[in-house]
């Protein structure tokens, strides 16, 4: 990485350009239509983090790490359960850790028909990693996923979109379909680095449609938000109308061990609900609606 000036406004345009241009939206893959001619594409997400959050802070208290273990005991039945029932695929995104963990939920969830990504090895933060670990934790937790899903992983989201100036590349040298980190569109796109089309599909998620920022609770700090489940699915609701009006994608991004809880998997279950009785809708997983994308720009 370019040693750089301390104050940003010092910095020279090739330097800020540089910086932009690192992992850029470039061509939108948005189709025209969706497969079976359907309007939209709904694409569910789970990042089954479980004990992973807790671990990553160098925090060993019992209690935390038992709010993960809920992911798995409890998050994780429901959520199959419900996709068992509406007859909807998903991806789920699994730290290393967690499939180390919990083999045989991974081995279930694949089993099922479900897709397993890449979500780092335990959550790091992979902006605040030495040069070259980031890497090395990456094929590792590919390589977990391989042997506990039974299929090696075609795509990625970074622990908290944690995107650094290294992942790229990784993405690049793993040869994943796609990446599912950044926020540069609500529709797929094909990353650029530097000006240059690199092949790979982003699948953009946003901190809108995402569970945690609406329900995570934590105790000893300011963050006690607890958003009413009717809410939280007001907003998801008008999010995929939008994506329905649009004719684009709904990519909805969910934590077992948050929307695994009672109240709040009925509210999913009325979402889901909602959006199959609308016209032309799909359903697919975040590798269907990659290929699909991939496939119908011709990359």
């Known amino acids: ?6 104050n940003p406004w010092e910095w020279s345009e090739p330097q800020w350009r540089e910086i932009v241009g690192r992992a850029r939206a ?21 990042d089954a983090d479980h004990e992973t959050i807790p671990l990553r802070d160098s925090d060993q208290s019992p209690m935390r790490i038992s709010q993960g273990q809920y992911g798995n005991r409890q998050g994780v039945p429901r959520i199959r359960a419900l996709l068992r029932r509406h007859g ?10 967690s499939a180390l963990l919990h083999p045989r939920e991974v081995k279930e969830v694949a089993d099922e028909g479900h897709e397993i990504g890449i979500h780092s090895w335990i959550h790091e933060a992979n902006t605040k990693l030495p040069p070259g670990v980031e890497r090395d934790l990456t094929l590792r937790a590919a390589d977990v996923l391989e042997k506990t899903s039974g299929r090696r992983p075609v795509g990625m989201r970074t622990a908290s979109w944690d995107f650094s100036v290294d992942t790229l590349p990784i993405i690049r040298e793993l040869g994943l379909l796609y990446d599912s980190s950044l926020m540069g569109d609500d529709d797929p796109y094909e990353l650029e680095e530097q000006g240059q089309p690199t092949g790979i599909v982003e699948l953009p998620p946003e901190w809108i449609r995402d569970d945690a920022p609406y329900f995570n609770f934590v105790r000893f700090s300011a963050l006690r938000p607890y958003t009413p489940p009717s809410g939280v699915e007001e907003i998801f609701r ?11 994608l709904f990519l909805l991004t969910m934590h077992p061990h948050v929307i695994g809880h009672r109240s709040r998997i009925a509210m999913l279950d009325r979402l889901v609900e909602y959006m199959k009785a609308q ?11 990659a290929r699909w994308c991939k496939d119908q720009a011709k990359l």
């Open 1 to 6: 990485m370019t040693q750089l000036p301390e």
């Open 26 to 46: 470039g061509r939108s893959l948005a189709p025209k239509s969706w497969p079976g001619g359907a309007r939209c594409a709904v694409s569910l997400s789970f």
């Open 88 to 97: 909807v695929k998903a991806s789920f995104f699994y730290p290393a850790v």
């Open 238 to 248: 008008a999010e995929f109308d939008g994506a329905l009006a649009e004719g684009g």
């Open 279 to 289: 016209p032309g809708v799909w359903f697919g997983t975040h590798e269907e609606v």
